[in-house]
């Protein structure tokens, strides 16, 4: 079955610093590739995702890369806020079905 | 309603006793997945239902713990004889097959948290 690791587990950064978490699959199957944001007391909630037939999506302060042939993807966030503080999770799946979560990246952003 | 409901949002059980959870995914969407979450800590796959198929219950931590989804909508998670490591925050999830209108990602619930005394 799919096994995603994510690193690293936990990431200081200064305010309007750029963050970069990595994660890597070992399913080459797997073709969708979604990143949750975890505030503290909340739900996860999606905050971008990719799919396997681009390399790299971006959203605002937000981009996700791809690299199918190594198995890697990393969610990369500039001008860091303090309000990006929070856990992360990468995930993979088959077409958007059976989540795998990487093991999340707790992110703090210091003013 | 339009989001992924979980009742009870909190739920305190005395050590050794019963509890039932409950998920109402998202209508229509044919996947459900039920998760643990310890504080502080990630998300634990428990079990994972897919239409009719047979669910993928490799994740449940002991015979304690089962989960059935009728009708394939609401779903219950059980965990008999409750134990003090039980306590977590239980997340359900649903989601819908890739080339539906709808969106492809997982839309967690807002949880039970569940405290064993």
């Known amino acids: 079955g799919e096994n995603v690791e994510q690193h690293p587990s936990t990431l200081s950064v200064q305010e309007g610093d750029s963050a970069v978490i990595k994660c890597t699959y070992s399913?080459?199957?797997?073709?969708?590739f979604p990143w949750y944001k975890q505030e503290l007391g909340k739900r996860p909630q999606l905050i971008i995702d990719i799919r396997s037939n681009v390399g790299e999506k971006k959203d605002q302060r937000i981009a996700v890369t791809l690299n199918k042939t190594a198995k890697h993807f990393s969610l990369h966030i500039t001008e860091t806020q303090p309000e990006d503080s929070a856990v992360y999770f990468c995930?993979?799946?088959?077409?958007?079905?059976?989540?795998?979560f990487g093991p999340g990246t707790r992110l703090s952003v210091l003013p | 309603g339009a989001g992924v409901s979980q009742s009870p949002s909190n739920k305190v059980t005395e050590k050794g006793k019963d509890v039932e959870l409950r998920c109402d995914p998202i209508s229509g969407h044919t996947a459900l997945y039920w998760y643990r979450q310890s504080l502080g800590q990630g998300l634990e796959f428990l079990i994972y239902f897919q239409g009719n198929s047979a669910p993928d219950k490799s994740g449940l931590p002991s015979d304690r713990f089962s989960a059935e989804r009728t009708g394939g909508s609401v779903s219950t998670l059980t965990i008999q004889r409750t134990q003090q490591e039980d306590s977590a925050v239980y997340l359900c999830?649903?989601?819908?097959?890739?080339?539906?209108?709808?969106?492809?990602?997982?839309?967690f619930g807002q949880g039970t948290r569940l405290t064993v005394v």
């Open positions: 399913d080459s199957a797997s073709n969708y």
């Open positions: 995930a993979a799946s088959r077409y958007g079905q059976n989540f795998v």
């Open positions: 999830a649903s989601s819908t097959p890739w080339g539906q209108p709808m969106n492809t990602e997982a839309f």
